[in-house]
């Protein structure tokens, strides 16, 4: 039932063992270095902060589905602002621009088969095809469905009923998987939400505010053994650190 699903308290209780709060660390390939080290004394690699509007991914319809999406994933309420507001979709945007959205790295050859649900997905769709492909597919869905309109255009009951029916995958989108849309959908929300606010998400840090996370602090040690006492310091992120 997509209320039990999208409850904030049960979304939070299942995101925060499988996000990485600090950032979000894409695809990278291996190297060899031979004869001297690759790199200076005192260098960092720092992540390039998300800055300015504009989209290096997404169409602005795209755009607007997206935000449509991850608003329904994370309703706006007393604890934080919609996943639109939070940022997400531009954390969504810039991942899909870079190694994350071309697999870089991965193995994506063939053969393709259906694999056991450890395995993960294994398919020759990037995950920036898959967001491209599921959303026009998406979007031609309920144009057939609701007189023409968009994804975004609909009543917030109507959504949740897609988003229920793209979770256990019995959503047609011709041809295309609506629950592996939903899984990297789903995941990327989470990360979009808890992750670094240097690349583009978790503005003002509110995901860490909301359950007192301390951010990128150098040293909370005190604090580690006061259990069920609130933190009382603000989160710091990695961009003020440098």
């Given at each position: 039932?997509?209320?039990?699903?999208?409850?904030?308290?049960?979304?939070?209780?299942?995101?925060?063992?499988?996000?990485?709060?600090?950032?979000?660390?894409?695809?990278?390939?291996?190297?060899?270095?031979?004869?001297?080290?690759?790199?200076?004394?005192?260098?960092?690699?720092?992540?390039?902060?998300?800055?300015?509007?504009?989209?290096?991914?997404?169409t602005?319809?795209?755009?607007?589905?997206?935000?449509?999406?991850?608003?329904?994933?994370?309703?706006?309420?007393?604890?934080?602002?919609?996943?639109?507001?939070?940022?997400?979709?531009?954390?969504?945007?810039?991942?899909?621009?870079?190694?994350?959205?071309?697999?870089?790295?991965?193995?994506?050859?063939?053969?393709?088969?259906?694999?056991?649900?450890?395995?993960?997905l294994?398919?020759?769709?990037?995950p920036?095809?898959?967001?491209?492909?599921?959303?026009?597919?998406?979007?031609?869905y309920?144009?057939?469905?609701?007189?023409?309109?968009?994804?975004?255009?609909?009543?917030?009951?109507?959504?949740?009923?897609?988003?229920?029916?793209?979770?256990?995958?019995?959503?047609?989108l011709?041809?295309?998987?609506?629950?592996?849309?939903?899984?990297?959908?789903?995941?990327?929300?989470?990360?979009?939400?808890?992750?670094?606010?240097?690349?583009?998400?978790?503005?003002?840090?509110?995901?860490?505010?909301?359950i007192?996370?301390?951010?990128?602090?150098?040293?909370?040690?005190d604090?580690?053994?006061?259990?069920?006492?609130?933190?009382?310091?603000?989160?710091?992120?990695?961009?003020?650190?440098?």
């Amino acid at each position: 039932m997509i209320g039990r699903r999208f409850n904030r308290r049960m979304f939070l209780a299942s995101s925060t063992s499988s996000v990485a709060l600090l950032g979000f660390v894409t695809h990278s390939e291996a190297a060899t270095y031979k004869g001297a080290l690759p790199w200076m004394p005192d260098q960092d690699h720092a992540p390039r902060p998300v800055t300015g509007d504009d989209w290096t991914y997404f169409t602005p319809a795209e755009v607007e589905t997206v935000e449509a999406l991850v608003d329904r994933l994370i309703p706006a309420d007393e604890l934080s602002p919609g996943g639109k507001d939070v940022g997400i979709v531009v954390y969504i945007d810039r991942q899909l621009s870079g190694p994350f959205g071309r697999d870089q790295g991965l193995y994506m050859a063939p053969p393709f088969v259906e694999g056991l649900p450890g395995q993960g997905l294994q398919s020759p769709v990037t995950p920036a095809q898959r967001y491209r492909r599921s959303i026009a597919a998406l979007n031609a869905y309920c144009a057939s469905a609701y007189f023409g309109k968009s994804f975004a255009q609909i009543p917030n009951p109507e959504q949740d009923k897609i988003l229920t029916n793209m979770e256990s995958g019995t959503l047609r989108l011709k041809g295309l998987s609506s629950k592996a849309f939903f899984q990297i959908l789903l995941q990327n929300t989470k990360e979009g939400f808890f992750a670094d606010p240097v690349y583009g998400g978790n503005r003002e840090m509110v995901g860490w505010k909301m359950i007192g996370f301390p951010g990128a602090r150098y040293d909370y040690r005190d604090w580690v053994e006061r259990h069920n006492e609130p933190y009382p310091y603000p989160p710091i992120g990695i961009e003020i650190h440098n």
